[in-house]
């Protein structure tokens, strides 16, 4: 029995090594996930070992939003390097004045979502929300199939119009998570009532480039629960 018993126990060890390892050289990209705003809308820091981030879609409205975003940045001593915007609908921007100032970084998004900061102003008025900052015009933009860098880590970004026409998605392939915003939600899709809108642009964008990224992929919307791509493949009624 001792003779069997040592040689079991090392080639356990060795594949909890193994394991262990290769988890840690593939999936260090780490994320901590806000719900901001009237809108409940979820902002995204995403982070590595390097201890560089991004900020994905900085909801963040009222002070208290600002202090529990400082206070993460602050602990896990993160060095924030760009604003990354799904969209530039206001929920999803409301913070990027105050991000942008805080750690002296600019905002990246896709160029047919423009109009939607020069309008800022007026949409946060008809909400009754004069007291929004108007966000920084981007410093950056990205097209679908290009490739974001940050510390080690790397986004495909994903163009997926509908929602509205720079509606992007963030997928880091390693861990498969997808960050994308208003495009789709657990049993629904983005409102295409709003100028620049089209469902039908929308629903055939989401089966020909979301859908058919792998069935566990996690889901994390800009509004709401996460979910996965399967799930959403089974369930959603706006999919079928
Ligand atoms: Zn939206
Ligand atoms: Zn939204």
């Known amino acids: 029995m001792q003779i069997l018993k040592t040689p079991v126990i090392v080639s ?4 909890i090594t193994t394991f262990a390892c290769s988890n840690k050289t593939t999936n260090t990209m780490q994320y901590k996930n806000f719900t901001f705003s009237p809108f409940g809308e979820n902002t995204f820091v995403l982070y590595d070992e390097t201890n560089e981030a991004v900020i994905i879609d900085p909801g963040n409205f009222h002070p208290n939003e600002n202090e529990l975003l400082d206070e ?9 390097v760009q604003i990354l915007a799904t969209h530039n609908h206001l929920d999803h921007l409301f913070g990027a004045k105050y991000v942008a100032d805080k ?7 896709h160029k ?8 800022f102003m007026n949409t946060a008025k008809r909400y009754g929300l004069e007291e929004a900052q108007n966000p920084p015009q981007p410093e950056k933009y990205f097209q679908h199939g290009d490739i974001f860098k ?10 997926v ?17 997808l960050f994308c915003g208003d495009i789709l939600f657990q049993g629904s899709v983005g409102r295409s009532d709003f ?8 629903i055939g964008g989401i089966k020909e480039k979301l859908l058919t990224l792998p069935d566990p992929t996690i889901v994390f919307s800009g509004h709401g629960p996460s979910s996965t791509i399967g799930a959403e493949k089974r369930n959603n009624p706006f999919l079928r």
Request: proline share 6%; glycine share 12%; hydrophobic share 35%.
């Open 195 to 202: 100028p620049g809108g089209n469902h039908e642009q929308l």
């Open 12 to 15: 356990l060890l060795f594949l």
């Open 103 to 109: 750690y002296s970084i600019g905002l990246a998004c």
């Open 161 to 177: 119009p509908g929602h509205s026409q720079g509606g992007v998605a963030f997928y880091y392939k390693p861990s498969g998570l």
């Open 112 to 119: 047919d979502d423009l109009f939607w900061i020069n309008e």
């Open 72 to 80: 993460f940045i602050e602990e896990h001593n993160l060095k924030p």
């Open 150 to 159: 940050f510390g080690n880590t790397e986004l495909e970004i994903i163009h």
